[in-house]
């Protein structure tokens, strides 16, 4: 928990906060765990900014300064390598005519930070419009890209029937490079995120070198919000989320910030962006920040301001460790409840009229994985049980149910 701590306090703090952070970490010479739980969650380039800021790296001795720069320069070079990739690949789209927008890290790489080295990026997540799927897949294919994903029909019936926050996508891969074509952000997805929205209101970018067509800002911000909430806040991504959002409100919250909220509002994430805003501005003072959550403290309706204070706890409490089971928040939204049963049972009983049958009737490994399968749920009953024994924190996982449960 104290390494989580200081690494958020690092990530997310102003000058002040990440000073305080890097006392206590020396103190308790900590620092190889710091920095590499930063590499983890991505977001070693936001601890290197604040280390600069605070001259802390010259404190270091000379093996851990080489360790950090030799990771800061490994990274770059893997963001810089991707962003080229994203380039080629929307080149080979656009000679199909098909028009991809990149999303998520290259998008913040292009609007926010400017360079590669600023935000680590792992893939290339694309959007395109749903009926552009086929010679898209055809003009990667033939460029040597697999696609990884499950048979067609049956992964996106998967997606429609599953307990969690899917989006629509397939998964492509050449030379270790993860292409992730969307074109639907979940079964239900926001109104300002739509995939012809967000390729009407992309925009070009010249990145080191490389042109690449990105989400425009306020889609780039409500896709941070989107991403986090999807997966139930996550520590690991929610800290890199929450970095992106507070640069993007030091950058354009002073041009676009309304249209953000606006646009928030319209496609029910406002609560999260809020309790996103708040997890920041409790570690950073900045005039823009600060500007960002007092309007949306100020255009939110009432419930939604409650929703955002309960869904920020929430946050709190997975950055310090304490996350509760997937499916307790499953428990407390009914309609995912449902989809959680319904959908292994549709399956099961597909893949049991297809499979063999053993002497007594029962498909092959049935009998083997029962035991392990009703261990398992007891297992889980009881994790769920303790959960919700914690009377102080139900208010916050049913505010991420509920969430949720708007995009299923």
């Given at each position: 928990?104290?390494?989580?701590?200081?690494?958020?306090?690092?990530?997310?703090?102003?000058?002040?906060?990440?000073?305080?952070?890097?006392?206590?970490?020396?103190?308790?010479?900590?620092?190889?765990?710091?920095?590499?739980?930063a590499?983890?969650?991505?977001?070693?380039?936001?601890?290197?900014?604040?280390l600069?800021?605070?001259?802390?790296?010259?404190?270091?001795?000379?093996?851990?300064?080489?360790?950090?720069?030799?990771?800061?320069?490994?990274?770059?070079?893997?963001?810089?390598?991707?962003?080229?990739?994203?380039?080629?690949?929307?080149?080979?789209?656009?000679?199909?005519?098909?028009v991809?927008?990149?999303?998520?890290?290259?998008?913040?790489?292009?609007?926010?930070?400017?360079?590669?080295?600023?935000?680590?990026?792992?893939?290339?997540?694309?959007v395109?419009?749903?009926?552009?799927?086929?010679?898209?897949?055809?003009a990667?294919?033939?460029?040597?890209?697999?696609?990884?994903s499950?048979?067609?029909?049956?992964?996106?019936?998967?997606?429609?029937?599953?307990?969690?926050?899917?989006?629509?996508?397939?998964?492509?891969?050449?030379?270790?490079?993860?292409?992730?074509?969307?074109?639907?952000?979940?079964?239900?997805?926001?109104?300002?995120?739509?995939?012809?929205?967000?390729?009407?209101?992309?925009?070009?970018?010249?990145?080191?070198?490389?042109?690449?067509?990105?989400?425009?800002?306020v889609?780039?911000?409500?896709?941070?919000?989107?991403?986090?909430?999807r997966?139930?806040?996550?520590?690991?991504?929610?800290?890199?989320?929450a970095?992106?959002?507070?640069?993007?409100?030091?950058?354009f919250?002073?041009?676009?910030?309304?249209?953000?909220?606006?646009?928030?509002?319209?496609?029910?994430?406002?609560?999260?962006?809020?309790?996103?805003?708040?997890?920041?501005?409790?570690?950073?003072?900045?005039?823009?920040?600060?500007?960002?959550?007092?309007?949306?403290?100020?255009?939110?309706?009432?419930?939604?301001?409650?929703?955002?204070?309960?869904?920020?706890?929430?946050?709190?409490?997975?950055?310090?460790?304490?996350?509760?089971?997937?499916?307790?928040?499953?428990?407390?939204?009914?309609?995912?409840?449902?989809?959680?049963?319904?959908?292994p049972?549709?399956?099961?009983?597909?893949?049991?009229?297809?499979?063999?049958?053993?002497?007594?009737?029962?498909?092959?490994?049935?009998?083997?994985?029962?035991?392990?399968?009703?261990?398992?749920?007891?297992?889980?009953?009881?994790?769920?049980?303790?959960?919700?024994l914690?009377?102080?924190?139900?208010?916050s996982?049913?505010?991420?149910?509920?969430?949720?449960?708007?995009?299923?």
């Amino acid at each position: 928990m104290f390494v989580r701590t200081a690494l958020v306090r690092l990530a997310l703090g102003d000058d002040a906060v990440a000073a305080t952070a890097i006392r206590v970490i020396a103190a308790a010479d900590r620092w190889p765990d710091v920095l590499q739980l930063a590499v983890l969650w991505r977001v070693l380039p936001q601890v290197y900014d604040a280390l600069g800021r605070c001259g802390a790296v010259d404190g270091f001795d000379a093996e851990l300064r080489k360790r950090l720069r030799g990771q800061l320069f490994a990274q770059a070079l893997n963001s810089a390598s991707v962003l080229r990739t994203c380039a080629r690949v929307q080149d080979l789209l656009a000679q199909a005519g098909v028009v991809s927008v990149a999303i998520k890290g290259i998008a913040t790489i292009a609007t926010i930070y400017g360079s590669a080295s600023r935000r680590m990026v792992a893939d290339v997540d694309l959007v395109i419009e749903a009926d552009r799927l086929v010679p898209a897949r055809t003009a990667l294919e033939a460029a040597g890209f697999a696609d990884v994903s499950p048979p067609f029909e049956s992964h996106v019936a998967a997606i429609g029937v599953s307990r969690y926050l899917h989006n629509y996508a397939r998964t492509f891969v050449r030379d270790g490079i993860e292409i992730d074509l969307h074109w639907q952000f979940g079964p239900r997805p926001p109104a300002a995120l739509g995939a012809r929205r967000i390729v009407e209101r992309s925009v070009e970018a010249n990145v080191e070198r490389a042109n690449v067509r990105v989400s425009g800002p306020v889609e780039t911000a409500l896709i941070a919000a989107h991403h986090a909430l999807r997966n139930s806040f996550p520590a690991a991504s929610t800290a890199k989320d929450a970095a992106d959002l507070a640069m993007w409100w030091q950058r354009f919250g002073d041009v676009e910030g309304e249209a953000l909220i606006v646009a928030a509002l319209e496609s029910r994430l406002a609560s999260s962006l809020l309790a996103l805003g708040r997890v920041i501005a409790q570690r950073n003072s900045s005039a823009a920040i600060a500007r960002g959550v007092a309007a949306m403290e100020t255009l939110l309706p009432r419930a939604e301001r409650r929703e955002a204070e309960r869904l920020r706890a929430f946050v709190e409490h997975n950055l310090h460790g304490e996350s509760p089971d997937d499916a307790t928040l499953e428990l407390l939204a009914p309609a995912v409840f449902t989809r959680s049963i319904v959908g292994p049972l549709l399956r099961s009983a597909r893949r049991g009229r297809s499979a063999p049958e053993d002497d007594d009737g029962r498909p092959p490994g049935v009998r083997r994985a029962l035991l392990v399968r009703i261990r398992g749920r007891l297992e889980q009953a009881g994790r769920i049980g303790r959960e919700l024994l914690r009377f102080e924190r139900v208010a916050s996982y049913r505010a991420v149910a509920r969430a949720q449960s708007r995009f299923h």
